[in-house]
């Protein structure tokens, strides 16, 4: 399995602003996939992020809304940008270990556009 | 790209009895297919998973079952405890997935005592 921390765990914003998010594993991975989590709802890929390449975005994503960067292979960080009430949602990123499809994921940040 | 649908929704039983909980898939090259548990304002947790190279597989009370034929796959949690309470969500991808996962809608199981 694979210990995976994310920062901050929760925060409220102001519309127009942008929030950055970290995901740090306790081990080395190749791959890492950020997700968001709608209200009630499940989970839709957002892009995945391989270090030394451009993360890859799932359709309707976008990088100028959703940069993400990948400097190492325990750490990656996706940022929100201009930020409105509809992306009040839960942000997860996961890892996949050793090239099994087997993901595990962190515990989320929830975000709360105002 | 694959599509995978989850039945129930919700899903309610009485502490001791069986819940079942069905995923059904579109893409015949998906070949892992695992499921998550979400507790509240937790992130979601493998429970099980298996491959399309076994029919079925058990670890405990959780069992899972998987048709490649008709493509569908199963959950089984037997004797099932107010712990269990929870999401659950089935996912699929495999080999020309790129590591990607595809995942069912979710199903809110409450187990009463």
């Known amino acids: 399995s694979a210990v995976i921390s994310q920062k901050p765990s929760r925060d409220i914003c102001q519309r127009g602003t942008s929030l950055t998010i970290q995901c740090q594993v306790d081990s080395q991975v190749t791959m890492m996939f950020w997700y968001r989590q709608q209200p009630g709802q499940s989970l839709t890929l957002i892009a995945t992020?391989?270090?030394?390449?451009?993360?890859?975005?799932e359709s309707g994503f976008v990088i100028d809304k959703f940069p993400i960067s990948r400097p190492n292979l325990t750490f990656s960080t996706l940022t929100v940008s201009n930020l409105s009430p509809e992306d009040s949602s839960i942000y997860l990123c996961?890892?996949?270990?050793?090239?099994?499809?087997?993901?595990?994921f962190g515990p989320g940040t929830r975000l709360t556009v105002l | 790209g694959e599509n995978v649908e989850q039945h129930p929704s919700t899903l309610s039983v009485q502490e001791g009895d069986s819940a079942v909980i069905k995923c059904t898939y579109s893409d015949s090259a998906s070949n892992y297919f695992p499921w998550y548990k979400q507790e509240l304002g937790k992130g979601p947790q493998l429970i099980i998973d298996i491959r399309s190279n076994v029919g079925e597989k058990k670890d405990q009370r959780i069992a899972v079952t998987l048709n490649k034929t008709a493509k569908h796959f199963s959950l089984h949690i037997t004797e099932t405890q107010p712990e269990d309470s929870a999401v659950y969500f089935c996912?699929?991808?495999?080999?020309?997935?790129?590591?990607?996962?595809?995942f069912g809608q979710g199903t809110i199981l409450t187990v009463h005592p």
């Open positions: 996912a699929a991808g495999g080999d020309t997935s790129y590591g990607k996962l595809t």
């Open positions: 992020a391989n270090q030394g390449s451009e993360a890859t975005y």
């Open positions: 996961s890892v996949e270990k050793g090239g099994t499809d087997t993901q595990y």
